[in-house]
């Protein structure tokens, strides 16, 4: 549950706004997201592997 805190003199618009960005930092609709479709896990690893080496690729300085 979020909880958003006002002070006596806030308008709702910045109350919506902070509920807002709260909601998007907890990563609820991502979740939904990544759970709507079923991804094979050899996917899900051979996309962890590709991302791991491209991370490698640019801490190394190996740019192609």
Do not use: H
Not at 9 to 14: A, H, L
Not at 15 to 29: H, N
Not at 36 to 52: D, G, L, N, Y
């Amino acid at each position: 549950m979020l909880i958003v805190q006002i002070k006596e003199g806030d308008n709702i618009e910045k109350a919506l706004k902070k509920y807002k960005k709260k909601f998007e930092k907890t990563g609820v609709v991502k979740q939904l997201r990544e759970r709507s479709k079923f991804t094979k896990p050899s996917i899900v690893r051979r996309e962890q592997v590709i991302k791991a080496v491209y991370k490698q690729k640019l801490i190394l300085g190996l740019n192609d």
